[in-house]
């Protein structure tokens, strides 16, 4: 089992920036693929970032690239997503999550899920 537990969320303005955290705890997560996923009000859980397991590969959903970067720390055991010039549209609950499978785009692909940062995006 890997357990999640995601922070950093919170209330920003149009053009500002977060990062957000992922910390893992349970089976080796430098084994796992992260991600991060996120779900605005009545709209389907989507893709936003993955990262492999060595680090040395990541994607992204077109609508965040050249904004978003995804990183990892395997000595923290941790996911990062910085995110930078926010739009309102950006506005969700943002999940990290884990699977052995690379690559991984889609939800069913992740079996271990966090429960959620929410951030706002204030136009």
């Known amino acids: 089992q890997v357990q999640l537990v995601e922070s950093g969320g919170g209330l920003v303005q149009t053009g500002g920036s977060l990062r957000l955290s992922c910390a893992a705890s349970?089976?080796?997560?430098?084994?796992?693929?992260g991600a991060w996923f996120r779900q605005a009000p009545g709209k389907e859980r989507e893709f936003v970032a993955t990262?492999?397991?060595?680090?040395?590969?990541?994607l992204y959903a077109d609508s965040v690239k050249g904004r978003f970067t995804i990183s990892r720390d395997t000595a923290q055991n941790s996911v990062y997503l910085q995110m930078n010039s926010l739009e309102p549209e950006d506005t969700a609950v943002y999940y990290c999550?884990?699977?052995?499978?690379?690559?991984?785009?889609?939800?069913?692909?992740?079996?271990?899920w966090g429960q959620g940062t929410q951030v706002t995006v204030s136009s």
């Open positions: 999550a884990a699977t052995l499978l690379w690559p991984g785009t889609h939800n069913y692909q992740y079996p271990y």
């Open positions: 349970g089976r080796t997560f430098s084994s796992y693929t």
């Open positions: 990262i492999r397991a060595s680090g040395t590969s990541t």
